[in-house]
């Protein structure tokens, strides 16, 4: 198993920017591949981005494509994303997850999750 805590959340205006983390424990961190997903009230969780074990293979959603910049540290079992320019659309809950085996866009996949962290984006 592996446990997930993330962090980096909070208020910003506009075009501004974060950097979430998402710490690993547990089992090897390396063995996973990565995902940050976003909830919003009243609507479901979706995709922002994933992450293969390697680094090598990161789709990102439409929505933050050019924005946001997800990344993994496998030596300090961590997990960013990079949001710039953010907007208003971007608050949510952001959650990372993990699953063995390919990255995949579908959070249904992903057997372990985080508690989730706030962001939120004023105009």
């Known amino acids: 198993q592996v446990q997930l805590v993330e962090s980096g959340g909070g208020l910003v205006q506009a075009g501004g920017s974060l950097r979430l983390s998402c710490a690993a424990s547990?089992?090897?961190?390396?063995?996973?591949?990565m995902g940050w997903f976003r909830q919003a009230p009243g609507k479901e969780r979706e995709f922002v981005a994933v992450?293969?074990?390697?680094?090598?293979?990161?789709p990102y959603a439409d929505s933050v494509k050019g924005r946001f910049t997800i990344s993994r540290d496998n030596a300090k079992k961590t997990m960013y994303l990079q949001m710039n320019s953010l907007k208003p659309e971007d608050t949510a809950v952001y959650y990372c997850?993990?699953?063995?085996?390919?990255?995949?866009?579908?959070?249904?996949?992903?057997?372990?999750w985080g508690q989730g962290t706030q962001v939120t984006v004023s105009s």
């Open positions: 997850a993990a699953k063995l085996l390919l990255a995949t866009t579908q959070p249904k996949r992903y057997q372990y």
């Open positions: 547990g089992r090897t961190f390396s063995d996973y591949a």
């Open positions: 992450i293969s074990q390697s680094g090598d293979d990161t």
